[in-house]
């Protein structure tokens, strides 16, 4: 069952992601933000965010929650998971583009506490991701692939980590790189546009997240299930039930 009055502190909570899912979980009704976690220096520490006060020492309130939250930057998750393994605190990660130290730090993490990562959070998206595989092998090797992804043009990775997913789950089907091309454009969240034509058709899958707010249901639902799991690494498969 469920527990009801889970505290988290997200880190990044200043950011524009951050920031929405501080804004999201306060209304979930079950889950309450006691704090947000930013860098050493950044403006925002000493302020609120949604009436949320913003502390930039992770080990002031790392023992007060039941799960953080993760939506900053590779360099930072890295430090991130040192506390929550210290502490024994289930880990939700939101942040993108982990190499290296990054990922050698958060496998050997899971040996003590649940992790959720995935590039993408929403949940229409990684219905997607579930089904792309089935929609590649049923059409063959007759069609030509694309992926276009259009972001907003402040965002740092080139192409998203979403559209590397993608990629990879058609490489591993077809046997072949899709074509792929990223475009950074106003504000736009997050577009990723799937074709795949052949002989006289086309077929199109598109999943358009006109919110931030998408990213950050599916955030809550990862927390929900993370402080209920095993130690260990999970996806939003998981999360959702798709595997």
């Known amino acids: 069952m469920r527990r009801s009055g889970l505290k988290v502190a997200v880190c990044g909570a200043a ?3 951050g920031s ?6 306060q209304s979930s009704g ?3 933000v ?5 860098k050493e220096g950044h403006p925002s ?3 609120r965010v949604h009436g949320v006060p913003v ?3 992770l080990s002031r309130v790392v023992d007060l929650v039941d799960c953080l939250v993760d939506f900053t930057a590779p360099q930072f998750t890295t430090e991130l998971l040192k506390s929550a393994t210290k502490a ?4 939700v990660i939101g942040t993108t583009n982990l190499r290296g130290d990054s990922l050698r730090a958060m496998k050997e993490s899971t040996k003590d506490i649940p992790i959720v990562l995935y590039p993408n959070m ?6 997607l991701f579930k089904y792309i595989p089935d929609v590649a092998k049923s059409l063959g090797k007759g069609f030509d692939i694309s992926i276009v992804e259009t972001h907003h043009r402040t965002k740092r990775d080139t192409p998203s980590g979403t559209a590397r997913k993608l990629a990879q789950a058609l490489k591993s089907e077809m046997g072949r790189e899709p074509e792929m091309l990223s475009l950074r454009s106003g504000d736009i969240i997050g577009e990723h546009v799937v074709t795949f034509v052949g002989e006289g058709e086309m077929v199109r899958l598109t999943h358009l997240a006109y919110s931030r707010r998408a990213f950050a249901s599916g955030a809550l639902l990862a927390v929900r299930f993370v402080v209920e799991a095993k130690p260990g690494l999970y996806s939003m498969f998981d999360v959702l039930g798709l595997r």
Do not use: S
């Not at 929405?20 to 979980?25: D, G, H, I, R, S």
């Open 15 to 17: 950011g524009k992601m």
């Open 20 to 25: 929405e899912v501080v804004e999201f979980f």
């Open 30 to 32: 079950d889950v309450v």
């Open 34 to 38: 006691t704090h947000g976690v930013e």
């Open 45 to 47: 520490v000493g302020q």
């Open 55 to 57: 502390v930039e020492d």
């Open 88 to 91: 024994k605190k289930p880990l």
């Open 122 to 127: 929403a949940p229409g998206m990684n219905v």
